[in-house]
């Protein structure tokens, strides 16, 4: 029931948002037609594709677990005790002394910030060569709203939450961190694809905002292959692919790459011996 009542909340205010505050009237949630691609997709990657997230987690723990847990000679603060609380590190204990003083809130922005470099990177290696195809599918909606967050290919979430998840693993941040980071990132994901213009003044440059993320869902030559971050642009300011103009962008979508329009051929998209598109 509180899942539900979490949904309904999440459902009436995003929508609410964008009804409110929405730079231009375009159909709202469901109305939209392909909104049905976006919510199977979110149900096939909260049921099947998490799970396979979790499964490589726990193998990687488990095998540094295997290797290193009793091993006292190595520099690493792995225990299998660590492991059963659902709490593990390899890195220096001196590093792990130093954290674990610090107030709860700077590990989280701590957490948040290595969560985001590799997510940058992730992201933006997404964008490159074969790989593109999978990403597309993420892009292929062409009126973006909040509802759009929900599609991602399988491949593609999955790659993203191992390659963000490995290293607060390594870090030896505790599951209190990993509570408070995950509705953090959602929200903010969530937002960032709002039809709304918001661009957060001069917080622009530290936190995500609709206008910065729906100038990467362009589909205008200009704004192509720019603004990667997922949580924090100034990653994008110090790699080089921030892009923020005044005006807002019209049009969205996957570029020249045509992607079906349904689920199950979305799905398989990526998987096709061949696919014609300049992003490659």
Known sequence: MDYLILILVVVTTFTGLEYLFGPRRQPLLFSRPDAKVDLAFLVFNELITKWFEYLILFGFVAVLVYFFGDDSEKALSVTRQDFNRGQLSIAPSYFMEAISAWPFYWKLLLGLLVADFFGYWTHRIFHWGKLWKYHAV??????????????????????????????????????SVFIAAAPTITVLTILSHANVNWDFGPLRYFIISPKFHRWHHTSEKEGIDKNFAGLFPFYDIIFGTWYMPASMPEKFGAGNTKVPKGFWGQLKFPFARSLKSENE
Do not use: N
């Open 138 to 175: 993420h892009h292929s909606p062409e009126q973006l709203d909040w509802f759009s967050t929900g599609r991602v290919h399988p491949v593609d979430a999955l790659c993203l939450g191992v390659v963000q998840s490995m290293p607060i693993l390594l870090l030896g941040f505790d599951a």
